[in-house]
């Protein structure tokens, strides 16, 4: 079985757009927990629209932050360097 480096390297750019990420999506994963909670108060949840599109919304967003709470837990900031060698963040 072949090991590979569980580093993932991001520019500083890339880094703090992840992290701006991470910031909107807890907040709108509380936002959509409370839809949640007031559709199962309108009763039968079994032909309750919102209730299901809440409960799919909640899987998306959950999914989208442990994704990037993997990326920023792996990762690293590279440093910019002018070489002449192909990298990524050097221009």
């Given amino acids: ?18 992290v701006k990420e991470l910031h909107r999506l807890t907040i709108e994963l509380e936002a959509v927990k409370e839809r949640v909670r007031v559709a199962r108060e309108m009763g039968d949840l079994s032909e309750n629209g919102a209730y299901h599109y809440g409960k799919f919304e909640l899987g998306s967003i959950s999914r989208q ?11 690293y ?4 360097t002018t070489s002449d060698k192909v990298r990524v963040g050097n221009v």
């Fill in 1 to 18: 079985m072949l090991k590979q480096d569980p580093t993932i390297p991001f520019t500083k750019e890339a880094h703090e757009q992840l």
């Fill in 65 to 75: 932050l442990r994704q990037i709470q993997y990326q920023l837990k792996h990762g």
């Fill in 77 to 80: 900031i590279l440093s910019t």
